[in-house]
């Protein structure tokens, strides 16, 4: 069983930093225990899976097999994406739930349509949201565990919308699954009671440690009933009236409460943030990947997520180097190449990316950053060497007066991805972002960090604006990847994936799509091959997954490489002529259900 080796550092940093807030310090860069973003836990053997008609693949067996009930039942992909998202609500509720967001990206057989779900900033805050009396950003962890970090929760809302607009089955019956676990129970998974036995703040929320702790503090076993009748009340609230009753009326007055009551740094939202969230509908991002064996057309989430124009960038740059020096996938030259091409898209990422709706894409179009010219000029950054800088490029010609976003923590997250039997599919990421989020627990459920993803730094020290910057109403710049793979010429659907995991998402799920599209893997293969990247620091290698060559040929090359554990959380599922594949993480406790 794999052990939790990187937590004291983990609780050592959380230390240091409030002593360094104490003393008027910022705080420091973060280190690769903090962009992990879950702790791992113990490995699940996974087979991955082939299906004859249609499929879920999920990050808990009751939330997949949840999902794969309802296509029995003759359910739309979106049916039951809904109701495996409920589920997760319970059963993973580190993750994900009712008070966080998603982003939906959905398949109908015609067009790929992109579903917001993203928390927005209350009314009341403004950029200095971050900062302490001393005009420094405050230390990460006391601002995740504050009333300050709470979004509007967008989860429930853009689902209801998708299923207004795709659903076959009744709403109230997509929820039932989940209220009978929260009022029955489920059995506490290994990874479950690792994560609350070893988080350092939900112990110290009343409501939190009575739900997830006993009497002497210490996290419920393996096997314990977990029974969480408050949530059960809040779903059948939504099961009867929809978004609506998480945006109105008692349980959106004790949200507010909870938010502006918080005993430590209170935030401002408030009933009228609730009541006005709205879910936006956007144009999914495609662009074309070629590969010696076949054209491909991947489709991702648009700002205000970083994932599709990251991932598209990193396989781009891989693929356009690789042309002129070929190397094999995993030998050093290959992941010196990946390295440099992900500093380069982490370079874009800090400087243009965040809220649409206040941040104007560069050279008027966000596919400027996917163009094929604009690739081949980026590449020829990379060198046989590791470079000291990653600059960020200009995909017009008009200069930006931005300022790059500092490197800061991104946490949690859960991925589902489902094909129905008509060929419908879905590819939906969702997060609460930290690992339990605030740990503000309220009606059942936990409360989302999700502002913490904003740049705790307004300005640099030339005054110029990030991008990312704290405005009211704005979305904050996510990582999520939920994909869609279609063939380029036919049009036919290949597979749905995504993963969890932070900043690293954006890595896994080229893994991901590396492996499956141009390795040729299945998808438990792909997903099983060693995780790697870089956020723009050092290089990091999947701890106990790499020979130590080639650790020291990377460093020969003048990269800092650090080996940590790196808990992705994909799911996969491929459309094969016999029908489908899928694949789930070992690093986590996914599974694959279907028919």
Known sequence: MQTLSNIPGLLLANLLAALLVACSHPPPLPDAAAIAPEAPSA???????????????????????????????????????????????????????LGGGAFLLVHDGRTVHAYDGRETAPRGVDERLFLGPDGRPLPFDVAVTSGRAVGVPGAVAMLELAHRRHGRLPWARLVEPAIRLADEGFAVTPRLHTLLDQDPHLRSHPAARQ??????GQAWPVGHRLRNPALADTLRHIARDGARALHEGHIATAIAQAVQGHPQLPGTLDEQDLRGYQPRVRAALCHPLPTPERRYRVCGFPPPSSGAIAVGQILGLLQAATETTPAHPGSVAWLHTYAEAARLAFADRALYLADPDFVPPPAGDWHSLLAPAYLRERVRLIGPHARPDAPAGRPGSTPTALAPMAEQPERGTSHVSVVDADGHAVALTTTIESAFGTRTLVAGFLLNNQLTDFSFLPHDRQGRPVANRVEPGKRPRSSMAPTLVFDDTTGELVLSTGSPGGAMIIHYTAKALHGMLVQGLTPQAAIDLPNLGTTGGPLLLEQGRFAPATASGLRALGHTVQEVPLTSGLQALRRQPHGLEGGADPRREGAVAGD
């Open 211 to 216: 739900l997830y702790y006993d009497a002497q």
């Open 43 to 97: 490995l699940t053997q996974q087979h991955g899976g082939r299906f004859d008609r249609q499929a879920v693949a999920a990050a808990h067996p009751l939330a997949a097999e949840a999902g794969a009930a309802v296509l029995r039942a003759g359910g739309h992909a979106v049916d039951a994406a809904v109701a495996v998202q409920f589920v997760l609500g319970v059963v993973e509720p580190q993750s994900s739930g």
